[in-house]
Nanobody, 125 residues
Framework: VQLVESGGGLVQAGGSLRLSCAAS????????VGWFRQAPGKEREFVASISWSATSTYYADSVKGRFTISRVNAKNTVDLQMNNLKPGDTAVYYCAVRAASRTGTSYLESDYHYWGQGTQVTVSS
């Protein structure tokens, strides 16, 4: 599975961005997908996850109520809508796919086998 993130950019605080993760190689409709981010000088951290069936989502406390993860299996994509962005959201954002099928959400990096190369999100104050 190859993953390509898009939609990153520079936005002012309070603004919005929509990130997209496009998968190729095989369908990911049976796999849970997560978004992670890494700010300069910090470790990568969990942002959001969606189960294979899209019936369950899970968010980091820092983004709950502002970010929404969704998936369109027909397009083999998973999106992350980010609203009310803050300077603290500045990071490289990565999408990741769990290898096992019919899996639920997870905040653990070790549960994800496939990773994209990331897209930069910069929020100015």
């Amino acid at each position: 599975v190859q993953l390509v993130e898009s939609g990153g950019g520079l936005v002012q605080a309070g603004g919005s961005l929509r990130l997209s993760c496009a998968a190729s190689g095989r369908p990911i409709s049976m796999n849970a997908v997560g978004w992670f981010r890494q700010a300069p000088g910090k470790e990568r951290e969990f942002v959001a996850s969606i189960s294979w069936s899209a019936t369950s989502t899970y968010y980091a406390d820092s983004v709950k109520g502002r970010f929404t993860i969704s998936r369109v299996n027909a397009k083999n994509t998973v999106d992350l809508q980010m609203n009310n962005l803050k300077p603290g959201d500045t990071a490289v954002y990565y999408c990741a796919v769990r290898a096992a099928s019919r899996t639920g959400t997870s905040y653990l990096e070790s549960d994800y086998h496939y990773w994209g190369q990331g897209t930069q999100v910069t929020v100015s104050s």
